[in-house]
C-alpha cells in the first residue's frame, strides 16, 4: 500500500466515524453574525489552523478547497460567496463527499442564508485538479499539503498555481518542524496521514512556493502543534512540531526574487520627516512599517543607525512594503 493509500483509508475510516481531533489540534470556532456551524463539522474539523480570512474573501470571490472534510471551512468560505458553485470542494474519499453532503444539509437547518447549491462538491486528486486554468480567486487546503512527499508537493503546489486567476492567493495551514526526522518517522504512512511525519523546515516550505512561481509569500501565524516524544515514537530525541498559516499569492515573480514576509518591521528614528531608500519604500519618521525580508536587509545594507530593524515575528497581518 502506498502511502497515499494509507492516507486515504485513514480518512475514509475518520468519514464514517468522526474523530474528534484525529490529525491536529482544536482551533477557536469562527463567531461571525448569522454564522452557526454544526456540531458534526466541528468534530471532524481535521485541519491544524485556519485557511478562512475575511481580507481574502471580498468582492464574492470564486474558492477552490481542496481536502473537503466535515465542511466546515466550506461553510465558512460560502459565508462569503453566496452563489450558487462560489465554492468548490475537492476530496479524493468518496465518503468524506458524502458525509459533506449530510453535514450542509444540517447546516441548512441551522443557517436561513445558506443553501448546499452554493458549494459544488467534486470528486479529485490533488495532483490533478478537476478544476479550469486560471478560474480560482482563493485556493485552500487545511493540513494536507503535508502529507505529501517531495515530488508530489511540487505536483499539488504547481496545480493550486495552475488554477488560480493572476494575483489569486492560495492559504494554506500546516505542521511544520525545524528539527530532522528520522527515517523510520519518515516512512511511517499513518504518521504521515496523521500531519506529523512529513512536517518540514519553514524555509523549505516556502522554497516550494517561490519555485513554483508565487512572487509573494504571507506568513500569518505560528503555533505550537505536536510533540513526538521518544516514549511514544522511533526517536531519540524530542521533536517540536509547529503549525503556520501562510498565504502564497500569484504576483509576477520580482526581479530581485520574492517578497517574503515574516513578520518584520522597520522603524525609522533619524532627524528628517522621512526616509526614501530611493526603492520604493517610505519610512515616516517612527512609524512602523512591515516589510518583506528582502526590504529588511536591503534597509540593513544601508548602513544607517537610524532604522531599527526587528526579529521576523512569524506573523503578518497584511500592509507595509511591496
Known amino acids: 500500500m502506498s502511502y497515499l493509500n494509507a492516507t486515504e483509508e485513514l480518512y475514509r475510516d475518520a468519514a464514517l466515524t468522526p474523530d474528534v481531533g484525529l490529525c491536529c489540534t482544536t482551533n477557536p ?33 470564486r474558492v477552490l478547497y481542496v481536502g473537503v472534510g466535515g465542511g466546515m471551512e466550506l461553510l465558512q468560505f460560502s459565508y462569503f460567496s453566496r452563489q450558487k458553485g462560489g465554492v468548490i470542494g475537492v476530496d479524493v474519499v468518496d465518503e468524506m463527499l458524502e458525509a459533506s453532503r449530510k453535514n450542509f444539509k444540517e447546516a441548512e437547518e441551522q443557517n436561513p442564508w445558506f443553501k448546499s447549491e452554493f458549494v459544488d462538491l467534486r470528486k479529485g486528486d490533488a495532483l490533478n485538479l478537476p478544476v479550469e486554468d486560471n478560474s480560482i480567486d482563493v485556493a485552500a487546503q487545511n493540513c494536507l499539503f503535508n502529507i505529501f512527499k517531495a515530488e508530489d508537493l511540487k505536483k499539488a503546489i504547481a496545480e493550486m498555481y495552475r488554477v488560480l486567476k493572476p494575483h489569486g492567493r492560495l492559504v494554506m495551514s500546516d505542521p511544520t518542524c525545524e528539527q530532522p526526522m528520522n527515517d523510520d518517522l519518515r516512512n511511517d504512512d499513518r504518521l504521515r496521514a496523521l500531519c506529523l511525519s512529513g512536517s518540514i523546515p519553514i524555509a523549505e516550505y516556502v522554497k516550494m512556493l517561490t519555485d513554483a512561481g508565487f512572487g509573494t509569500i504571507e506568513i500569518r501565524a505560528r503555533k505550537p502543534y505536536r510533540i513526538l516524544d521518544p516514549k511514544n515514537y522511533a526517536t531519540d530525541e524530542l521533536i517540536y512540531i509547529e503549525s503556520i498559516e501562510v498565504a502564497a499569492i500569484k504576483d509576477p515573480m520580482p526581479a530581485d526574487g520574492p517578497c517574503v514576509f515574516t513578520g518584520k518591521a522597520a522603524i525609522y528614528f533619524g532627524e528628517e520627516e522621512y526616509l ?8 515616516l519618521k517612527n512609524q512602523p512599517i512591515a516589510v518583506c525580508d528582502k526590504t529588511a536587509g536591503n534597509l540593513a545594507d544601508l548602513g544607517r543607525d537610524d532604522i531599527y530593524i526587528s526579529e521576523s515575528t512569524y506573523h503578518y497581518d497584511g500592509g507595509g512594503c511591496c
Do not use: F
Open 29 to 61: 470556532i469562527w463567531e461571525l453574525p448569522g454564522l452557526k456551524i454544526p456540531r458534526i463539522m466541528q468534530e471532524m474539523n481535521y485541519g491544524c489552523g485556519s485557511t478562512v480570512h475575511a481580507r481574502d474573501l471580498t468582492n464574492d470571490p
Open 276 to 283: 526614501d531608500d530611493k526603492a520604493g519604500h517610505i519610512l
